[in-house]
């Protein structure tokens, strides 16, 4: 029932935003106090793994390979694959990042009568995890028009391209249906597939749920209960809160802080989550470290620094130790020290 606790947990967010931004002088709790709470703990929480990371010792050369490593010149180098410079490690960093370069590679294995364990290649992990997150990236720029006035004139180029279909009035974005669309497929996968789901925990379900939660009432409220928000002041909050000055204004409307309510839980849970990775993935030591140990001493920076000790300093330290057990020595001892020892 790890899911389903994940169901209960985003309702009940939903009924506290719901009931609790009808009290009279609550919204200023929800509307208010309550975003600059969240901004505060996920950057905060953000800075503060960014910097253990950074800060965490890199003990062995361990980058992931899967390609042929820089060797003798006739022997062909796969340069994205197993970098030697650290040209090559930025292009690989970002083919990871934009397009996921690693999760194209997806496989999944099965068991048939023998036994027979069969591979094959399977891309669709791969496509719904860029629509999701690219639908989010758009999403989240687009919503950056409620905060700034001026808007940028990107935004509304991109605002355009995210509508170009014209379906419906106000137009429908294709981000928002890639959005629920993406949480949906990466929902039932951990449902559907058996080991999967075997390892998915409820931080696994969670994010998953919330983030759909807050796609859906975004969507109720642009498409659906336009009437019950009003823009002027939704926009008046919003370019207020980044200026620090927020005024609240007239009736708002309940969906709207429902809506903030759970971008705020959002905020406030992602730098104790997975979802913390979009940060992570740049201080990755299999992703952004070259591939060549081969070339240059990776030292571990956990081991002391020990000073060499040759074989004579060694037998000056030991000598009488040694002779006393019969072991040869190049170095005779004192007539004296022999005389002590006999």
């Known amino acids: 029932m790890k899911y389903a606790f994940s169901f209960l947990v985003v309702i009940a967010l939903i009924v506290i935003a719901g009931l609790g931004s009808q009290i009279p002088g609550m919204p200023y709790l929800f509307g208010v106090a309550l975003p600059y709470l969240a901004m505060m703990i996920f950057l905060g929480g953000c800075v503060y793994k960014v910097v253990q990371w950074a800060k965490s010792p890199v003990p062995f050369s361990i980058q992931t390979t899967c390609g042929q490593g820089k060797s003798l010149d006739f022997i062909k180098h796969d340069r994205l694959e197993a970098p030697h410079t650290t040209a090559e490690v930025v292009a690989r960093m970002f083919l990871e990042i934009v397009t996921f370069r690693s999760l194209f590679r997806n496989t999944k294995s099965e068991i048939h009568d023998g036994p027979h364990v069969t591979y094959e290649s399977s891309k669709w992990l791969w496509v719904f995890a860029l629509i999701f997150h690219y639908s989010f990236l758009v999403i989240i720029v687009r919503h950056m028009r409620l905060f700034l006035d001026p808007v940028p004139f990107f935004i509304d180029w991109l605002e355009f391209g995210d509508g170009i279909f014209q379906i419906g009035a106000p137009n429908w974005y294709i981000t928002d249906v890639g959005l629920l669309l993406g949480c949906m497929l990466l929902f039932s996968r951990r449902l559907i597939t058996r080991h999967v789901r075997i390892i998915s925990l409820v931080n696994d379900y969670f994010p998953l749920v919330l983030i759909f939660a807050i796609a859906l009432t975004g969507i109720l409220m642009r498409y659906f209960l336009r009437t019950d928000i009003d823009i002027v002041n939704i926009k008046q909050l919003l370019v207020g809160l980044v200026t620090l000055s927020p005024t609240i204004g ?22 104790f989550s997975k979802l913390v990775h979009f940060a992570g993935v740049f201080l990755s030591p299999t992703r952004n470290m070259k591939n060549n140990s081969r070339a240059v001493r990776h030292i571990n920076p956990w081991n002391p620094r020990i000073l060499p000790h040759s074989y004579a300093g060694y037998e000056d330290e030991f000598r009488e130790f040694m002779v006393d057990a019969g072991i040869p020595v190049e170095k005779e001892l004192s007539p004296a020290k022999a005389e002590e020892i006999n």
Request: proline content about 5%; overall charge negative.
């Open 250 to 271: 007239a009736e708002i409307g309940a969906i709207f802080y429902i809506h903030l309510f759970l971008v705020c839980a959002l905020l406030a849970y992602f730098p």
